[in-house]
Every structure is written in structure tokens, then in C-alpha cells.
């Protein structure tokens, strides 16, 4: 045994904490809590994918267990959302003037939207309110938002079964489109998986966002053409083509837009009187795009600070 190792073993004079640090290194002693890499990482992840799902159901089942309507608040929540902004946007203010079927392009946007929006909101919170869970344990932190976001898929299909019986009642037709709509939500799902890991990192350092983050989504809400057409409504406002561009760009009105055309034959069919039809293939592109670049922008934001959750 060498002279560090008595010193240490025999509990003589403690050793400066470089000295430790390079004892350890010697003897190929790691932090307990030291990042991995991104490979070792996402293997942990996977090997945890039953704690992911069995977190997810054990929330979604515990979330509305006090209510007497249980998870049926899940559906009614947007569905009364949709009945305001249909009154206030629709009737008072006349937007269901820019669309042919006004009734399913809210409901729509109001649905998809919804999904996103509790993504987010979720994530937020994913580190703050399990701190006792993260001390405890040992496993990968982002197990925790992606358990947030598997969540609110698995409230949205019960919101999707719904909406796919509203629809038809609305005057729409069913066609081979809706098939696409299992991809359009995987594409949607995985940007906000990366949504909410991103935000769950920013909660994380910044407790204060979960009062700022109300605000923030109602207004990206009113920008993301959710109970109006935002080709229209610019027209009408005489904006440029930037701004227009800009708005059509942003990643909710994206999945709003492609889900729309998928389920509603009105918005992507040329009707007279209305606005123009979007441009279907530009926007898979920009749902492909945002999916990929939320994904492994936000899975590399929340990596970054790994060994700093928990802590404090």
C-alpha cells in the first residue's frame, strides 16, 4: 500500500482535495453523479423506457383520481376551451368567416395546441417537483420530462378518439389522409419531447418560470392561428410577407396547420371566398424540421447540465 493510501486508510492527516481528486483518478474512482456520454446515456435511457411508461400511466391515473369526472377532464378541458373562443372569436369577433368549417378547424387547433401546451408546461416542472426522487436515485434525469411528455401522448389518444367522432359531425368526410394522422403525431410528439427537456432544464435553474410560463404560452396561443386563419387575417391587416412567413413558421402552427390538412378536406381544397389552401408538402417539411431540431437540440440542452440537477 502506497504513502497516500495509508494516509488515507489509517485516518492520519487528510489529504488536499487535488490530492484526492488524483487519488481517485489512480485508482479509477468516478463521481457517482458524473455525466455520461450521449451514447452511454441514451442506453440508460432505454434500459429505464418501463419506469418511463409505468411513471407516465401512474401520474395520468393519480391526476384527476379526486374528480368525479376523472379523466374525462382531459377531453372537456379543450372542448370547453373551444366553446369560449368559438363564441368570442367566432361569433363576436367573425373569424369563422376565414374558413369554411369553422367548428373543426378550432376544435383542431384546440386539440393539438392542448398537447403541446402541457408538454411544455410539464417539462417545466419535471425537475423542480421531483427533487426528492433525483436525490434519492441514481438514473438518467431525462427520464423525467420524457415521462411528462408520454404522459400527455397517452391523454391525447383518449383526445384524438374523441376528435376523430367530432369531426365527422361537423360535416367532414373521412378520407385515406386521416391514415398520415399517427405520423403527423409522432412528428409533433417528438418535438415536444425536446420542448420539454429543454424546459426542463431552464425550470430547473429558473424557478421562477413556472410564473412566467402562463403568459408565454397564451400568447404563443393567439399567435399560432388556433381560432383564426393567419393568411387571412394578414391580408386583411395588410402585414408583410415576413411577418406572415414568421407566423407560419412557428412550430405550433405547423403541427396545427398539417393535422388540419389531414383531417379537414375544406382547408387544403381551394373553396371560393376563402383564403388560399397552405402549402402541404412545405409544411411536412417544417414539421420534419422542427421535430429533429427540438429533439437533439433539446436532449443536448438538458445532457449539458446532467450533474447539476438535484442539487441545492
Given at each position: 500500500?502506497?504513502?497516500?493510501?495509508?494516509?488515507?486508510?489509517?485516518?492520519?492527516?487528510?489529504?488536499?482535495?487535488?490530492?484526492?481528486?488524483?487519488?481517485?483518478?489512480h485508482h479509477g474512482l468516478k463521481r457517482a453523479i458524473a455525466r455520461p456520454a450521449i451514447g452511454p446515456y441514451?442506453?440508460?435511457?432505454?434500459?429505464?423506457?418501463?419506469?418511463?411508461?409505468?411513471?407516465?400511466?401512474?401520474?395520468?391515473?393519480?391526476?384527476?383520481?379526486?374528480?368525479?369526472?376523472?379523466?374525462?377532464?382531459?377531453?372537456?378541458?379543450?372542448?370547453?376551451?373551444?366553446?369560449?373562443?368559438?363564441?368570442?372569436?367566432?361569433?363576436?369577433?367573425?373569424?369563422?368567416?376565414?374558413?369554411?368549417?369553422?367548428?373543426?378547424?378550432?376544435?383542431?387547433?384546440?386539440?393539438?395546441?392542448?398537447?403541446?401546451?402541457?408538454?411544455?408546461?410539464?417539462?417545466?416542472?419535471?425537475?423542480?417537483?421531483?427533487?426528492?426522487?433525483?436525490?434519492?436515485?441514481?438514473?438518467?434525469?431525462?427520464?423525467?420530462?420524457?415521462?411528462?411528455?408520454?404522459?400527455?401522448?397517452?391523454?391525447?389518444?383518449?383526445?384524438?378518439?374523441?376528435?376523430?367522432?367530432?369531426?365527422?359531425?361537423?360535416?367532414?368526410?373521412?378520407?385515406?389522409?386521416?391514415?398520415?394522422?399517427?405520423?403527423?403525431?409522432?412528428?409533433?410528439?417528438?418535438?415536444?419531447?425536446?420542448?420539454?427537456?429543454?424546459?426542463?432544464?431552464?425550470?430547473?435553474?429558473?424557478?421562477?418560470?413556472?410564473?412566467?410560463?402562463?403568459f408565454i404560452m397564451r400568447t404563443w396561443l393567439y399567435a399560432s392561428g388556433v381560432f383564426f386563419s393567419i393568411?387571412?387575417?394578414?391580408?386583411?391587416?395588410?402585414?408583410?410577407?415576413?411577418?406572415?412567413?414568421?407566423?407560419?413558421?412557428?412550430?405550433?402552427?405547423?403541427?396545427?396547420?398539417?393535422?388540419?390538412?389531414?383531417?379537414?378536406?375544406?382547408?387544403?381544397?381551394?373553396?371560393?371566398?376563402y383564403g388560399p389552401p397552405p402549402d402541404m408538402t412545405r409544411i411536412w417539411l417544417f414539421a420534419l424540421f422542427?421535430?429533429?431540431?427540438?429533439?437533439?437540440?433539446?436532449?443536448?440542452?438538458?445532457?449539458?447540465?446532467?450533474?447539476?440537477?438535484?442539487?441545492?
Amino acid at each position: 500500500m502506497s504513502q497516500s493510501d495509508t494516509a488515507v486508510a489509517g485516518g492520519s492527516t487528510p489529504l488536499p482535495e487535488g490530492s484526492l481528486a488524483q487519488l481517485a483518478e489512480h485508482h479509477g474512482l468516478k463521481r457517482a453523479i458524473a455525466r455520461p456520454a450521449i451514447g452511454p446515456y441514451l442506453h440508460q435511457l432505454w434500459e429505464r423506457r418501463h419506469f418511463i411508461r409505468t411513471y407516465a400511466t401512474s401520474r395520468n391515473i393519480s391526476k384527476y383520481s379526486d374528480s368525479m369526472l376523472g379523466q374525462l377532464w382531459q377531453v372537456l378541458t379543450p372542448l370547453l376551451n373551444a366553446a369560449i373562443y368559438f363564441v368570442m372569436f367566432g361569433i363576436i369577433l367573425g373569424t369563422q368567416g376565414d374558413v369554411d368549417n369553422f367548428a373543426a378547424f378550432l376544435i383542431t387547433g384546440m386539440f393539438v395546441f392542448t398537447y403541446t401546451q402541457r408538454s411544455v408546461m410539464g417539462g417545466s416542472r419535471a425537475i423542480a417537483s421531483n427533487l426528492s426522487l433525483i436525490r434519492a436515485l441514481h438514473f438518467p434525469r431525462a427520464a423525467l420530462p420524457l415521462a411528462y411528455t408520454l404522459q400527455e401522448f397517452q391523454q391525447l389518444i383518449v383526445s384524438m378518439a374523441v376528435l376523430m367522432v367530432i369531426i365527422p359531425i361537423t360535416g367532414e368526410t373521412p378520407t385515406f389522409y386521416w391514415l398520415l394522422v399517427p405520423v403527423a403525431l409522432a412528428l409533433q410528439t417528438l418535438f415536444n419531447m425536446g420542448a420539454g427537456l429543454a424546459m426542463a432544464r431552464v425550470g430547473a435553474t429558473l424557478r421562477d418560470v413556472s410564473q412566467l410560463l402562463p403568459f408565454i404560452m397564451r400568447t404563443w396561443l393567439y399567435a399560432s392561428g388556433v381560432f383564426f386563419s393567419i393568411p387571412s387575417r394578414l391580408k386583411q391587416a395588410h402585414a408583410p410577407e415576413w411577418v406572415s412567413w414568421i407566423l407560419e413558421f412557428n412550430p405550433a402552427t405547423v403541427f396545427i396547420d398539417l393535422m388540419r390538412g389531414l383531417l379537414i378536406t375544406s382547408y387544403r381544397v381551394p373553396k371560393p371566398g376563402y383564403g388560399p389552401p397552405p402549402d402541404m408538402t412545405r409544411i411536412w417539411l417544417f414539421a420534419l424540421f422542427w421535430a429533429v431540431f427540438a429533439l437533439v437540440v433539446g436532449f443536448w440542452y438538458f445532457w449539458r447540465a446532467e450533474e447539476r440537477y438535484g442539487r441545492g
